[in-house]
């Protein structure tokens, strides 16, 4: 019985430790497979993490790459300081060249919204300014009919005439003095996009000697400006194109929006209105499609002798104080006193990338003294210009700038004088006007143009005491007393190679056929003289591209 009894306990503990180990194992596999999706749970949490980790750090890349480029991006969308078209290149479609231009406009870059320009090697970040140097190298050649002087730049009103040394021989000419050497410096002053510019060649004052063991070139400045642009306001001091120079989009200072024609020729086009001279210039921006600007340029009263124009002739009693005193002869070196600075006003206007015109005007004064009789003499002058380009199918433009003055000669490259001298001493503003229409044509490498220049220069005559006549464009005046210039040009622009961080070299060709007709042709003396002219001219330009800043 009582074996049996112990028995029964010994099952009872087996059974109930068999149970415990049934209960504990179960209990461990409970507890296992809740640490399993503990983990599960915890390893869904940590990727969950890490994609947020890596969300906030691309974000934190995007607002340091934005923080570190906000200020070159801040110049891009003014272009050249202008509402209207790109930095440095036009919206004209002109030659394909890297992004800097000084001589000749190049392809449209995109706009800095589109696409940032490019950073280039030559390009220089000092505190929060930016340093581009601008330039290239130029090798010219120049073959003309007859030996019309002057180097590599033609004098259009002064081509040789009659039996002279210079109407029987032709010349043939090697230079390098149009290659130009410059910098512009981009900054952002409290809100305002400050550009400062300064671009130089070599066709200065040369020495007599210049042309026989070295040819030592003498730098001149072309260009040296600041200009500061705030929301719709703008304003320019210093040595810059003028205001009358026809514009290629917009109002802008810059080279690349300026058109003073693709010519190899440094003098341009016979018929271009231009000047490089002091200017101060205020614009207004009211749209990116419209400008409107007023400028005060440094004023000369011209009456003939620069780059062949005709001289007027004067009464012999003021012959010893008017022209080369009192009067602009180009020997007066800024000794010649000025009244007042010529007043310019533009209104520009450019629907699309395709369309660009604009008209404006200028008044002038003029102020002499007769010590023959001791009185003051006045005039006031001035004259207007209507200037056309627009893309007539793609590549393909077609321009024209047209201009009319009273008084106004000394625009036209010098080619017409401003005004002659009666015989008290008062003084009579001469006509002119002058043309420069024609075609551009870009196809990929190659740009193509042509242009007709015409310049017309009206009589004015007056009376000397001795019944003599005097003035421009009398009977018996000087053969350099032209009555028209006209040139007819074609020329080419090849890109060999181009690269942004490398440059460009460019092979350039023009031929001209220029003419021109004296109001007087004695007897037995041709009636006009003529010249043939053909330039080539190999440019390699630095590389480089100024910033893109908003």
């Not at 006009?528 to 002219?533: E, P, Q, S, T, V």
């Amino acid at each position: 019985m009582r074996t049996g009894r112990w028995a029964r306990i010994a099952m009872v503990a087996c059974l109930t430790a068999s149970l415990l180990g049934i209960l504990s194992a179960q209990e461990k596999t409970d507890d296992l497979a809740q640490l399993k999706a503990q983990v599960s749970q915890q390893q869904r949490q940590i990727e969950e993490l890490s994609r947020k980790l890596e969300e906030f750090t691309k974000a934190v890349e995007q607002m340091t790459r934005g923080k570190a480029s906000d200020e070159p991006t801040r110049l891009a969308a003014r272009s050249s300081q202008n509402a209207a078209g790109p930095l440095v290149a036009s919206s004209t479609p002109m030659i394909p060249a890297t992004p800097v231009s000084m001589a000749a406009p190049v392809v449209p870059a995109a706009s800095a919204q589109d696409k940032p320009a490019e950073s280039s090697p030559l390009q220089l970040k000092i505190g929060d300014a930016y340093i581009t140097p601008v330039g290239f190298m130029d090798f010219t050649s120049v073959f003309r009919s007859h030996a019309a002087g002057g180097g590599i730049g033609t004098n259009f009103g002064g081509i040789p005439y009659g039996n002279v040394f210079q109407n029987k021989l032709s010349e043939e000419r090697l230079s390098m003095q149009n290659s130009r050497i410059g910098f512009r410096v981009d900054a952002l002053v409290k809100g305002a996009h400050v550009i400062g510019y300064m671009e130089s060649d070599f066709l200065g004052n040369n020495p007599t000697n210049v042309s026989v063991s070295s040819n030592s070139n003498t730098a001149r400045s072309r260009l040296y400006w600041v200009d500061v642009r705030k929301d719709q306001w703008e304003l320019l001091g210093g040595q810059t194109w003028t205001l009358m120079t026809p514009g290629r989009t917009g109002i802008s200072p810059l080279p690349g929006n300026i058109f003073y024609s693709q010519n190899v020729d440094v003098n341009y086009q016979a018929g271009l209105v231009w000047g490089r001279i002091p200017e101060l210039r205020v614009v207004y921006h009211p749209t990116d499609k419209v400008a409107f600007a007023v400028a005060l340029d440094h004023q000369e009263q011209y009456v003939g002798g620069s780059a062949g124009g005709g001289l007027v002739t004067f009464p012999a009693a003021l012959n010893a104080t008017y022209p080369g005193g009192e009067l602009n002869n180009q020997t007066t070196t800024l000794n010649a006193p000025q009244v007042f600075p010529d007043v310019i006003a533009k209104l520009a206007f450019d629907p699309s990338s395709k369309f660009h015109f604009e008209i404006g005007g200028i008044e002038r004064a003029f102020r002499v003294w007769n010590p023959n009789n001791n009185n003051h003499y006045s005039a006031v002058g001035g004259g207007g210009f209507a200037n056309l380009n627009f893309e007539l199918f793609k590549g393909f433009r077609l321009l024209t700038n047209n201009y009319w003055s009273d008084g106004g000669g000394r625009y036209i490259f010098g080619q017409a004088p401003d005004l002659i001298a009666r015989v008290d001493g008062s003084l009579s503003l001469i006509h002119s006007g002058s043309t420069v229409s024609g075609f551009e044509f870009t196809h990929k490498n190659t740009f193509l143009y042509g242009y007709y220049g015409g310049i017309y220069i009206g009589r004015n005559v007056a009376i000397d005491t001795n019944g003599s006549r005097v003035g421009y464009g009398y009977t018996g005046s000087a053969s350099g007393q032209n009555r028209n210039v006209q040139e007819t040009t074609f020329g080419f622009n090849q890109t060999l190679w181009k690269d942004t961080k490398y440059g460009a070299l460019n092979l350039m060709g023009q031929y001209s056929y220029l003419s021109r007709n004296p109001w007087f042709v004695a007897s037995g003396q041709p009636e006009d003289a003529h010249l043939h002219m053909v330039f080539l001219n190999l440019r390699y330009t630095l590389p480089g591209s100024a910033p893109a800043m908003k």
